[in-house]
């Protein structure tokens, strides 16, 4: 809060933020750090905010009308009369007002300047949205550094012994509060024997964790119970019962599923929990407790709802996500037509049908990873092997379009795990296939990719899955590539191509010309790759081929990038140029892959022989990004160069 009266300064500061983030301590500080400004006084006022009697209206101003020299005979007997002697003074006096712990817009109104010399410094939990005029300054958790640093001076000179990895590790896992910072760095100055190394293993467990933030009278629970008070019921429950959700954050959706209430209401309920600082939102909508407040908040659940409350709970949130991540898998299958919605759950969110298109699937899939793992790793636990598989197999399609996701390998082996528990030989080898794929793009471990794929075209020729025989053909091919052994390798892919012709699965069998083309690229047998990707591009482009518009879009763009190589190292680089434009075109939601990034790189060397110099750099630097992203490190630092030195 500025002490200077230029134009602009704001009259009203307003300081928010959640439990002990510390706001009363930060305005106590800015106004001893401006008091100079203000000759006339510095006011305190405690609202009370968080209590069940916030400090009334007329008590607040009796008590500043009285800072203000007004004596008690003299205050006028209403609200209105004593708030116009008071602004009336304000006007006249350089003073600055501080009022703590506000409960609400109507509390704070009447206790605001109308103009005039005065400045006001407001704290509260709630945002406080409906004031105008005000300067707003949201406090949040402090950053490591930053945490550290105020521990290690809470205990002293105790933090030589003490170590500052031990000393980091506490302030991490005080989730950048400084109230729980406090509280931590009170414990061990009270107690000098303890070691921050012992206090920092007890707080590791989080079954423990909450009841270890209490020192003296300072507890942290207390200070998120008195926000936990404000809510209505409805709130409270979506509160609490959030806390079985396996990821960091959710959507208005998983919450009106988890507090078993309509999207709308659910709406309603985050909106009063953001409020009041016991969940952050984000532009995105999505909505994430801290970490102190996730364990407060299970806290309550064990507390207000019985074991058998809880368990239906975990039940159906647990359901709803497999349920939805299956139907949104669904969505990136080579069939055409929409995927039936497994669940009501997101019926009249923002007024449209849940899901409604790819994009959507793809969004809600990326957003919520955490938690759709999440419920796939409690229902694997719970050995509910029919959900789980089903799961992991509406992946399959869709995993090609985030190559590098991290938790596809996971995914699909605990498909795996499922299938073998049903004794479903024929689905257990469609999940070593997928999980071969992984090894072939992410590890790129050659040995497990052949391991994974002779086991399942075992089980395979066990069960007669004739479509997995091929797909283990399919899925090898990548390990033969990385070990050299190329005429295996097109061998695979070969046989996998015309079992799936064969078949009449015209998407997988596009799949497997796309691995012969890179094989006989690799070979130097240019002709014949142009041979097998031309024929995909023509699948691709035809009528009738049986694929939804965007895998044969998907189809396309990967059969283009070893086409326009094929065609660069035959010297035919206007052609080139053209496949491989196509092949990296911005726009399409793809994650970042090799493929990708190679034809990058190539795209990039012959705009660059074509004296396209711009052009050349733009494309070099995309390569350079994607690189970095997939950790290529030696390719990104390559490219940049490259880039650097374009014309």
Not at 563 to 577: D, F, N, P
Request: hydrophobic residues 45%; contains cysteine; proline residues 4%.
């Amino acid at each position: 809060m500025r002490s200077d009266l230029g134009p602009g300064v704001a009259v009203v500061g307003l300081v928010t933020g959640s439990a002990g983030l510390g706001k009363t301590t930060f305005a106590v500080r800015a106004a001893h750090a401006v008091r100079r400004g203000f000759p006339d006084g510095v006011f305190f006022v405690d609202l009370f905010g968080m209590s069940q009697r916030p400090l009334p209206v007329d008590d607040a101003l009796a008590l500043l009308l009285g800072a203000l020299g007004v004596a008690a005979r003299q205050v006028p007997a209403g609200t209105h009369g004593r708030a116009s002697l008071y602004r009336s003074l304000l006007r006249e006096r350089r003073v600055l007002v501080l009022l703590d712990n506000a409960a609400s817009e109507e509390q704070v109104r009447p206790l605001l300047p109308a103009g005039g010399a005065a400045r006001v410094l407001v704290t509260s939990r709630r945002l406080l949205s409906g004031l105008e005029g005000v300067r707003r300054l949201v406090l949040g958790p402090l950053q490591l550094p930053e945490a550290t640093e105020l521990l290690t001076g809470i205990v002293g000179e105790r933090s030589v012994t003490d170590g500052e990895p031990a000393l980091t590790r506490l302030a991490q896992l005080c989730g950048g509060l400084p109230l729980a910072l406090r509280i931590i760095g009170n414990r061990l100055v009270s107690r000098p024997d303890w070691g921050a190394d012992e206090l920092a293993r007890r707080l590791a467990d989080e079954e423990r964790r909450l009841e270890q933030f209490r020192a003296g009278d300072l507890k942290i629970a207390n200070a998120f119970g008195m926000s936990y008070e404000q809510l209505a019921p409805a709130a409270r429950r979506i509160f609490r019962r959030l806390a079985v959700v396996p990821g960091r954050d959710v959507d208005a959706a998983l919450a009106a599923v988890a507090g078993g209430t309509s999207a709308e209401d659910a709406w309603d309920a985050l909106d009063d929990l953001v409020d009041l600082g016991l969940l952050q939102d984000t532009a995105e909508g999505r909505y994430r407790f801290h970490d102190l407040v996730r364990l407060f908040a299970r806290d309550r659940l064990q507390r207000e709802e019985t074991a058998a409350e809880r368990a239906a709970l975990a039940e159906r949130t647990t359901s709803w996500l497999l349920r939805t991540a299956t139907a949104a898998g669904a969505w990136f299958g080579p069939a055409d037509g929409r995927p039936e919605v497994p669940d009501a759950g997101l019926a009249g969110l923002a007024g449209h049908a849940p899901l409604a298109s790819a994009e959507e699937a793809d969004e809600w899939l990326r957003a919520g990873a955490d938690n759709w793992l999440g419920a796939l790793r409690l229902a694997a636990e719970g050995g509910r092997h029919t959900e789980v598989l089903d799961c992991a197999e509406s992946m399959g399609w869709y995993s090609e379009r985030w190559v590098h996701g991290p938790h596809w390998n996971e995914v699909f082996t605990l498909g795996a795990m499922a299938a073998a528990a049903l004794g479903d030989h024929g689905r257990h080898a469609a999940q070593l296939n997928q999980v071969a794929w992984v090894h072939g793009v992410q590890t790129l471990d050659a040995e497990a990719v052949l391991r994974c794929t002779a086991e399942a075209m075992d089980l395979a020729a066990r069960s007669g899955a004739t479509a997995q025989i091929a797909w283990a053909h399919c899925r090898a091919v990548p390990g033969y590539r990385l070990l050299g052994r190329l005429d295996e390798a097109a061998a695979s892919a070969s046989r996998a191509a015309e079992m799936f012709k064969g078949l009449g699965d015209t998407r997988a069998y596009c799949s497997s010309l796309v691995n012969l083309g890179f094989c006989r690229r690799d070979q130097g047998r240019h002709e014949e790759a142009l041979e097998s990707l031309r024929e995909v591009v023509a699948l691709a482009g035809a009528a009738g081929s049986g694929m939804t518009p965007g895998t044969a879009a998907f189809v396309r763009r990967h059969a283009l990038a070893p086409l326009g190589g094929s065609l660069a190292l035959l010297g035919r680089r206007a052609e080139a140029v053209e496949a491989l434009t196509e092949a990296t075109a911005p726009g399409e939601r793809l994650d970042p892959s090799h493929w990708q990034a190679d034809a990058l790189e190539q795209l990039a060397a012959l705009l660059a022989e074509e004296d396209r110099g711009a052009e050349s750099r733009l494309a070099y630097e995309r390569a350079a990004l994607m690189f970095e992203t997939l950790g290529d490190a030696d390719a990104h630092r390559r490219c940049a160069a490259r880039a650097t030195a374009a014309p």
